[in-house]
């Protein structure tokens, strides 16, 4: 079984900065491609950034330039570094990654539970 656990959401004033995490754990043989998305109320679910295995980046034209995303291998972990934060990036963020398991047949998409970011004064 796989699981994947976002942190870091909070509460942050307009212009600043959060770091979120999402660490995965369980019966991991690799991960592909992972992803951060967010969904607001009465919104759909969009996506905001992806990172392959090879480490190649790419964004959403809302946060290209604002958001960094990143992974530490060794922790099985994905980063989005958010800067320069505004009050309509107020969401849910949500980790999603493909992952192959020792016994599976192929890769698998997990989510995690999601992390409430508030952008507020």
């Known amino acids: 079984q796989v699981q994947l656990v976002e942190s870091g959401g909070g509460l942050v004033q307009p212009g600043g900065s959060l770091r979120l995490s999402c660490a995965a754990s369980?019966?991991?043989?690799?991960?592909?491609?992972m992803r951060w998305y967010r969904q607001a109320p009465g919104k759909q679910r969009d996506l905001l950034a992806h990172?392959?295995?090879?480490?190649?980046?790419n964004y959403a034209d809302s946060v290209k330039g604002r958001f960094t995303i990143s992974r530490d291998n060794a922790k099985n972990t994905v980063y989005l570094q958010m800067n320069s934060l505004k009050p309509e990036d107020t969401a849910v963020y949500y980790c999603?990654?493909?992952?192959?398991?020792?016994?599976?047949?192929?890769?698998?998409?997990?989510w995690g539970q999601g992390t409430q970011v508030t952008v507020s004064s």
């Open positions: 369980g019966s991991i043989f690799g991960i592909f491609t």
């Open positions: 990172i392959t295995s090879a480490g190649s980046e």
């Open positions: 999603n990654a493909d992952v192959l398991t020792p016994r599976g047949t192929g890769a698998r998409s997990y």
